[in-house]
């Protein structure tokens, strides 16, 4: 009677064993699944899943480097609440994004009339990153303007936000396109940053370099758009 008692228990035992292993295994399936459908997917199935196609993310990954850097940078740059210094050193980051890019377009690019604009273009952000690097170490230091660094921080958050959606969810896949889109959306953060800045300049040298950045980045703009095809 003892044994049979113990016979049942021990089966007993071994069928909750078994249920619970079943139980973990199972658990330990869904856990890889969800893993996989998340971190774990490939770069074409993160794109499909953004609604873009591989081709978009192919033109992408070759757009979102420098773009990415730059919103780094201009992120991680100190911002003292001195309106010349902190559009300086933003500028030169911004630019120098820029630069990058029109690089790459005029390389990739098949229009060759935006590659010859584009070229001209460069050359004019050149000049003015020159003018920038000679300016910054000249300029004074003054007390923070809390008016100016609020604004700035506003400005910063729609440059990211513009950025981001352009790069992430207003790709075609034609690099020309795509590449066009974005030096337009550039040369509209010059102006923004230049216009953003010329309420609180304090150097004069750096005013007026600041007014005609705004300027030859609209007239970009305006050249940039009869690209669009």
Known sequence: ???????????????LILTGG???VGGLLLTAQAQTTGSGQTATGR?????????????????????????????????TGNPDRDYATLVKIHH??????????????????????????AAQKESELAQINKLLPQLASTPANLGFSQELSQKLQAITMNTQNDMNGTLTGDFD???????IQHNQDDVDLAQTYLKYAQDSALRTEAEQIRANSQKAIDLLKQQIR
């Open 177 to 183: 396109k795509d590449f066009l889109q974005a030096m």
């Open 22 to 24: 079943a139980i973990l």
């Open 96 to 121: 120098q994004a820029v630069l990058e890019l029109a690089q790459q377009g005029m390389q990739k690019s098949k229009n060759t009339g935006l590659v010859s604009l584009v070229k001209d273009q």
């Open 1 to 15: 009677m003892k044994a049979m008692t113990m016979n049942k228990a021990m089966n007993g035992l071994r069928q």
């Open 47 to 79: 794109a499909n899943r953004a609604g873009q196609t591989p081709n978009t993310g192919k033109v992408g990954a070759m757009l979102m480097p420098a773009m990415d850097r730059m919103l780094e940078q201009m992120k991680a740059a100190p911002k």
